[in-house]
């Protein structure tokens, strides 16, 4: 059975399923001035969102956003790893936020269902994904990028990041970002997998802070780990470290 394309509450299948996503209409160039007309409109729908997502996380309690390649399936070891964060967060008193699709996504909130824990998703429309995976119990779809963004940091006690692609990158540099432009405060950011991790991080020392560009201290920001139970005490601490100073 086609599963279909959702755009808000709407599903949609087959010829129906449109060629470009309301991100792209938003932000693509135009010739003519007819956005003059249409832009003003889709603040509303825009507004619209940030209401849906904070109506449905406000209660939320304690979370942590999971990050991670939609590319891998179970079996492979990104995503049982992603599954052991799920139950490890759940264990530890918090929810799971992931974006919902497959990949390491599915697997933390699958772990999270195992556990019992409360498993949420927050999708985005895209022409290649097919809604929410079967292991979210709280859902939103959103439309826009910007949006869906602003939910994963307000309603996350911190971020655990597994290896991934692209949309993993922005998700992590957005949220370091923020932090060091002190946007937010006291948000632990933890990678998981210094194989992965290393060249980066690596590329982050030896040419951005070597040239002025960061500073060193910058880099500690991240915490990196191999090890699923340390990611999460990491991410414990963080809190507890916050509440003890009456944060």
Same mark, same amino acid.
Request: net charge negative.
């Given at each position: 059975?086609?599963?279909?394309?959702?755009?808000? =509450?709407?599903? *949609?299948?087959?010829?129906?399923?449109?060629?470009?996503?309301?991100?792209?209409?938003?932000?693509?160039?135009?010739?003519?001035?007819?956005?003059?007309?249409?832009?003003?409109?889709?603040?509303?729908?825009?507004?619209?969102?940030?209401?849906?997502?904070?109506?449905?996380?406000?209660?939320?309690?304690?979370?942590?956003? %999971?990050?991670?390649?939609?590319?891998?399936?179970?079996?492979?070891?990104?995503?049982?790893?992603?599954?052991?964060?799920?139950?490890?967060?759940?264990?530890? /008193?918090? !929810?799971?936020?992931?974006?919902?699709?497959?990949?390491?996504?599915?697997?933390?909130?699958?772990?999270?269902?195992?556990?019992?824990?409360?498993?949420?998703?927050?999708?985005?429309?895209?022409?290649?994904?097919?809604?929410?995976?079967?292991?979210?119990?709280?859902?939103?779809?959103?439309?826009?990028?910007? %949006?869906? *963004?602003?939910?994963?940091?307000?309603?996350?006690?911190?971020?655990? %990041?597994? =290896? /991934?692609?692209?949309?993993?990158?922005?998700?992590?540099?957005? !949220?370091?970002?923020?932090?060091?432009?002190?946007?937010?405060?006291?948000?632990?950011?933890?990678?998981?997998?210094?194989?992965?991790?290393?060249?980066?991080?690596?590329?982050?020392?030896?040419?951005? %802070?070597?040239? /002025?560009?960061?500073?060193?201290?910058?880099?500690?920001?991240?915490?990196?780990?191999?090890?699923?139970?340390?990611?999460?005490?990491?991410?414990?601490?963080?809190?507890?470290?916050?509440?003890?100073?009456?944060?």
């Amino acid at each position: 059975m086609t599963r279909g394309y959702r755009t808000g =509450p709407v599903l *949609k299948r087959r010829d129906q399923v449109p060629s470009s996503t309301h991100d792209q209409r938003l932000l693509d160039t135009q010739d003519s001035a007819d956005w003059l007309h249409t832009d003003p409109w889709r603040v509303m729908r825009i507004q619209s969102e940030f209401v849906d997502g904070f109506g449905t996380l406000a209660e939320l309690g304690p979370a942590v956003s %999971v990050f991670g390649s939609a590319r891998t399936g179970p079996g492979n070891p990104i995503y049982e790893a992603g599954v052991a964060v799920g139950r490890a967060l759940v264990e530890s /008193g918090y !929810a799971v936020i992931t974006g919902g699709g497959p990949g390491a996504m599915e697997a933390a909130n699958r772990g999270a269902v195992e556990a019992d824990g409360l498993s949420v998703g927050l999708g985005i429309e895209l022409p290649r994904e097919s809604g929410l995976n079967e292991f979210v119990d709280l859902g939103v779809n959103f439309r826009y990028f910007f %949006v869906r *963004k602003t939910m994963f940091l307000k309603y996350a006690q911190g971020f655990i %990041v597994l =290896p /991934g692609g692209l949309g993993t990158l922005d998700e992590l540099f957005e !949220a370091l970002t923020l932090v060091q432009t002190g946007k937010v405060t006291r948000f632990p950011i933890v990678l998981i997998g210094s194989q992965f991790w290393a060249g980066l991080l690596a590329w982050l020392r030896d040419k951005c %802070v070597a040239e /002025g560009m960061i500073h060193a201290d910058d880099l500690d920001l991240l915490y990196l780990t191999d090890d699923v139970q340390d990611a999460v005490d990491f991410i414990v601490a963080a809190r507890e470290n916050r509440i003890g100073n009456g944060g």
